[in-house]
């Protein structure tokens, strides 16, 4: 399968903590990957470094066909790669369809001048704009909430309100950082549900953090499991429940131990 996304040896430090550690994966296009590990494992710096937030110390990002590591966060939009976030990040003082017009922006081909002179090129924009806006809406069933205060949506619908601002500048890589945090189960099966729709309906590649273990064994395609900044462990699912790094950087060496020698009795 043609590969979309290569990150090697990426290295991030902090002072003297090594968050990334000689980090290496690919990304299949059109897959669900997803990166797992116990908290502080460095998988939203590895996020960070991709999108351009954090500059790499060392390594390569080649994303589809061309070198991105230590790029500016707007230029590596403009190029296919958009996110979410651990905690959501709405500018909750404006409505929902305005927080997708706001991903819409690195597609904008008007210029300051046309704003200014509110040209019919500026109007002709913003008139598609604000139905595209409308149309995303109502992809991540949000349909008739684009007028309300984003902060006066429920829980659910401010994490499909944020999927709906990371898809405005239509990108090829979506990655998502636990997507499911915070919801119930029924939030959660829905929302399952809406990642796969991600990758079938519009051949989006996802790639996501997600501590629901039903969730990563459930969807992902490919799985890659960081400790301490390293990758211990990478395969499909039924290779990562069954590997013994895996348990011991979740539940401890002990209990790994005692997995091991049930197996083999």
């Known amino acids: ?34 990166v797992i590990g116990p908290n502080g494992a460095g998988k939203t710096t590895f996020f960070n470094c991709i999108t351009g937030f954090y500059k790499v110390d060392s390594g390569e990002v080649l ?14 939009s403009r190029i296919g790669i958009s996110r979410t976030y651990q905690n959501i990040r709405l500018f909750n003082s404006t409505t929902a369809i305005e927080n997708v017009l ?6 904008l ?20 704009s604000v139905e595209e806006a409308r149309g995303l809406l109502e992809f991540v069933g949000l349909k008739g909430l684009g007028d309300q205060l984003s902060s006066n949506l429920s ?25 499911t945090a ?33 969730v990563v064994m ?10 301490y900044g390293s990758k211990i462990a990478e395969g499909g699912p039924k290779d990562i429940q069954n590997d013994v790094r895996v348990i011991e950087a979740y539940l401890g060496r002990g209990a790994a131990s005692g997995l091991k020698d049930a197996k083999a009795n």
């Open 155 to 179: 829980y659910g619908a401010q994490r499909r309100l944020e999927i709906a601002r990371a898809l405005a500048s239509k990108p090829k890589l979506l990655l998502l950082d636990e997507p």
């Open 109 to 128: 081909e008007t210029s300051v001048l046309d704003s200014v002179l509110r040209t019919r090129r500026f109007h002709e924009e913003e008139k598609s």
């Open 218 to 227: 459930g969807i992902s395609d490919q799985i890659t499991v960081l400790d």
């Open 1 to 34: 399968m043609p590969i979309i996304l290569k990150a090697t040896d990426i290295k991030k430090t902090f002072g003297g903590l090594v968050a990334v550690n000689g980090l290496s994966i690919e990304i299949p296009r059109n897959s669900i990957s997803a």
């Open 182 to 214: 915070g919801m119930n189960p029924n939030e959660t099966a829905e929302m399952t549900r809406f990642i796969l729709d991600l990758r079938d309906k519009l051949g989006i590649t996802i790639l996501l953090i997600e501590h629901d273990m039903r």
């Open 102 to 107: 706001v991903g819409l922006e690195p597609r």
């Open 63 to 76: 994303f589809d066909g061309e070198y991105i590591q230590n790029r500016r966060t707007d230029q590596i």
